[in-house]
């Protein structure tokens, strides 16, 4: 690789970090944990309902740790359980709707004010680099280190 690829990479890397550390600072001045904060995410942004599967697959958190804070938020009063078949979904009780507008909306409100200082063409070239990156990664991981 080129020093300037080398480079951007590293700055690639800064910009991630940075942008995980705003979340955690958010979720702090909320007063809720990071994995909270992660599943109250996922489920307001799915708008109907999801299982802790989804949580998983959204987050990228290991399945013990949205369990611990599912059954936390639930104790809280905030989630409440459906079972349909095998599959268990979870959604806001009332509590968890209120709690959910006044921590994720502002946050998703937010990040659309972010994405709107960049034109609708430098949107769709940023969502193209980004979504070539990360195949590009998915192969070359799956080549370093998945198949071993």
């Given at each position: 690789?080129?020093?300037?690829?080398?480079?951007?990479l590293r700055?690639?890397?800064?910009?991630?970090?940075k942008?995980?550390?705003?979340y955690?600072?958010?979720?702090?001045k909320?007063?809720?944990?990071?994995?909270?904060?992660?599943?109250?995410?996922?489920?307001?942004?799915?708008g109907?309902g999801?299982?802790?599967?989804?949580i998983?697959l959204f987050?990228?958190?290991p399945?013990?740790?949205?369990?611990s804070?599912v059954?936390?938020?639930?104790?809280?009063?905030?989630?409440?359980?459906?079972?349909?078949?095998?599959a268990v979904?979870l959604?806001?009780?009332d509590?968890?709707?209120l709690?959910?507008?006044?921590?994720?909306?502002?946050?998703q409100?937010?990040?659309?004010?972010?994405?709107?200082?960049?034109?609708?063409?430098?949107c769709?070239?940023f969502?193209?680099?980004?979504?070539?990156y990360?195949e590009g990664?998915?192969v070359?991981?799956?080549?370093a280190?998945?198949?071993?």
């Amino acid at each position: 690789m080129t020093q300037q690829k080398t480079s951007a990479l590293r700055t690639y890397n800064e910009l991630f970090r940075k942008e995980n550390e705003l979340y955690h600072q958010v979720a702090d001045k909320l007063g809720l944990s990071g994995s909270a904060f992660h599943v109250l995410y996922t489920i307001y942004d799915s708008g109907q309902g999801c299982t802790q599967k989804d949580i998983c697959l959204f987050t990228g958190l290991p399945k013990q740790t949205v369990h611990s804070s599912v059954r936390k938020m639930i104790d809280e009063g905030y989630l409440r359980s459906e079972t349909t078949g095998k599959a268990v979904r979870l959604y806001f009780t009332d509590a968890g709707s209120l709690l959910a507008k006044r921590c994720i909306k502002p946050v998703q409100d937010a990040e659309e004010a972010a994405f709107g200082v960049m034109s609708e063409q430098e949107c769709l070239e940023f969502l193209r680099l980004s979504t070539r990156y990360v195949e590009g990664l998915k192969v070359a991981l799956s080549q370093a280190i998945m198949s071993k």
